[in-house]
């Protein structure tokens, strides 16, 4: 209860909401670390995943895949591609990162377009559709929730993982948990995991929200109303009376 009481006391000096290793210069870096890293993820994972859902081929493949990165070490790809490269700088845990987000982002995308009814897709095929326009105009819209989802997934990820690259010279938020530890400032190590904590909680809440506000005009606990069963149960309250 003391360590928590003493982190609390950390984050409200003022002192540590000024200057280069301030509170909003570190909270600053860990969001634009974040978001870069699920920039690029999404460019190379998106795509690829609503390709393979609308076609159906590659399935097996993409599922491998997704399971082989989702079991690599981030922080043992990380420290390789440091010390590899001999290089420091972000470019190693951005790279490491991307790996780990692409997972989520993937299966998100095809999941999502496989989930959208078939019948859906016939008729927008029957009506003269391109595939194109199939995937974009149908498709995309109702696997929206899902491609969100995906991303959520992967943004708690990355901004719980950015922590453990401030082992690295790079900024973030996880540099209070590294420099705390080296000179046993475990007050400012707790208050560093508060911070984290609190941004992955807010980004969930976030994502939550978006992840409601996609889901098309129609459909409603993840299902399409049947208008014709609506149409027929009218008719037949209508009728109810006369028969009676």
């Avoid at 859902?53 to 493949?61: A, D, P, Q, Y």
């Avoid at 559709?129 to 199939?134: G, P």
């Avoid at 719980?160 to 046993?184: N, S």
């Amino acid at each position: 209860m003391i360590d928590v009481l003493a982190a609390f006391a950390w984050l409200g000096d003022p002192a540590h909401w000024s200057g280069p290793d301030g509170i909003p210069n570190r909270l600053s870096e860990h969001i634009g670390y974040s978001l870069l890293t699920l920039f690029i993820a999404g460019i190379i994972a998106i795509p690829v995943g609503l390709a393979i859902g609308h076609t159906g081929r590659f399935r097996g493949l993409a599922i491998g895949l997704s399971g082989a990165l989702r079991a690599i070490p981030t922080l043992g790809l990380l420290v390789y591609l440091a010390v590899a490269t001999l290089n420091l700088s972000i470019i190693p845990p951005l790279i490491a990162l991307t790996i780990l987000a692409i997972p989520p982002l993937l299966a998100g995308a095809y999941s999502g377009v496989e989930s959208v009814d078939k019948r859906t897709v016939d008729a927008a095929r029957a009506m003269g559709m391109t595939e194109l326009q199939i995937l974009t105009k149908v498709e995309l819209p109702l696997s929206l929730p899902l491609v969100i989802g995906g991303l959520r997934s992967a943004a708690l990820q990355v901004i719980a993982t950015w922590t453990v690259a401030a082992i690295l010279p790079v900024g973030g938020l996880g540099r209070y948990l590294i420099d705390g530890l080296a000179v046993r400032r475990y007050d400012e190590m707790l208050a560093g995991s508060i911070l984290v904590v609190a941004l992955a909680l807010i980004a969930d809440g976030i994502f939550a929200l978006i992840q409601r506000l996609v889901v098309p005009r129609g459909v409603t606990a993840g299902k399409v109303t049947d208008v014709r069963t609506k149409e027929v149960n009218r008719s037949t309250e209508e009728l109810s009376p006369e028969l009676t």
